[in-house]
């Protein structure tokens, strides 16, 4: 936030702008990505380092890069999150995301709270899933699994019972929508 008003203070007045680098100048101190939004809408980053011999301060090194394109697509994947966040809050769904390429599992909050856990006390973890399957319902649910994963089914929509925190059996109903690659191996 406080970039951001810097970044409009400066782009609005160049005097402000010129203030600016006399200041980082005088403190003859490395400043880091610093950022200044032009009047016409970019962003740069600008580096300054400051040049030192043994007979004491020389000179600038003033770098500047445009990074207003990786501005634009930050904010748009903040923005991003925040829908994704607001969904998945606002269905009081749990949420599974299984990445197969990189063997990493998301659960959400939710999910977790399902079976009676604060989001901290479950890892992100697949075993924790398979093993909180109800033994009679294992083979089905992995069956169905295997066949939607290997494009046998169309859906994959499978009811069975997970061990909650009491220990007690919860019956769920699991969707899911898979991502294949091109030879038909599931990514996610």
């Not at 600008?46 to 930050?74: A, C, F, H």
């Amino acid at each position: 936030q406080q970039m951001a008003e810097r970044r409009k203070a400066l782009a609005a007045d160049p005097d402000v702008f010129l203030a600016r680098l006399k200041q980082i100048a005088q403190q003859k101190q490395v400043v880091v990505a610093e950022e200044i939004l032009l009047a016409d809408g970019r962003i740069l980053e600008q580096d300054y380092i400051p040049i030192v011999s043994e007979d004491g301060y020389q000179g600038n090194l003033w770098q500047y890069r445009d990074v207003t394109v990786r501005k634009r697509m930050e904010e748009e994947l903040r923005r991003s999150e925040e829908r994704w966040q607001l969904a998945i809050h606002g269905n009081n769904a749990g949420i599974f995301d299984i990445n197969f390429q990189a063997d990493e599992v998301f659960f959400s909050s939710r999910w977790k709270e399902i079976l009676g856990y604060q989001d901290h006390e479950l890892k992100n973890d697949n075993q924790e899933w398979l093993n909180r399957i109800h033994p009679e319902d294992r083979a089905r649910v992995m069956a169905a699994r295997q066949a939607y994963l290997s494009q046998a089914i169309p859906k994959y929509i499978v009811q069975y019972r997970l061990r909650c925190k009491d220990d007690i059996y919860k019956w769920v109903m699991s969707q899911a929508k898979a991502v294949w690659d091109a030879d038909g191996a599931p990514i996610r």
